[in-house]
């Protein structure tokens, strides 16, 4: 398994241990099924890899792999939390196991969140969907990036 897959696999086991406990939904490199769960949804996509800095001596190559995170949410059906209670419930919780563990286990030199932004989806004959979508930057280094 290459450092980069390590490296994300770590970073999906993180989210998903945090937040499947909480009732979160959390899925990788999937499209946003029918039905969201009241406690939200995270849906975690590979990202971009981006160029390498590279050293010499030994030759290694440096990354800031940038994946993307994606959060959503339904109006709930009580008043409170509302849907951006919950976007935000869920980042922050993400946040923390970032900071918490920055280095992912030893799978990866530092990671943490980038700025949450969020938008709204709206969809023909559905209830309106807030989105919170970051980048979990995650930095490695690999002698071989396929090995």
């Given amino acids: ?11 999906f086991a993180l989210i998903t241990r945090e937040l499947e406990p909480l009732g979160v939904e959390v899925l990788r490199d999937e499209f ?10 995270v849906i975690f996509h590979f990202g971009e890899t981006g ?14 792999h940038r994946a993307a995170v994606e959060i959503y949410a339904l109006t709930p059906l009580t008043p409170l939390p509302t849907k951006e209670d919950i976007i935000y419930s ?6 923390r196991a970032i900071n918490n563990d920055p280095g992912l286990g030893g799978r990866a030199i530092f990671s943490r969140a980038d700025i949450l932004e969020l938008d709204t989806l709206d969809i023909d004959g559905a209830p309106e969907i807030l989105s919170g979508t970051f980048s979990f930057i995650i930095e490695y280094e690999t002698q071989d990036l396929l090995a």
Avoid at 32 to 41: E, H, Y
Avoid at 90 to 95: F, G, L, M, R, V
Wanted: net charge negative; no cysteine.
């Fill in 1 to 11: 398994m290459s450092v980069q897959s390590e490296a994300l696999d770590a970073a």
């Fill in 32 to 41: 946003i099924p029918q039905r969201i769960p009241p406690a939200g949804l």
């Fill in 51 to 64: 160029e390498p800095d590279i050293t010499l001596n030994p030759r290694s190559e440096y990354y800031q």
């Fill in 90 to 95: 869920i980042y922050n919780t993400i946040e």
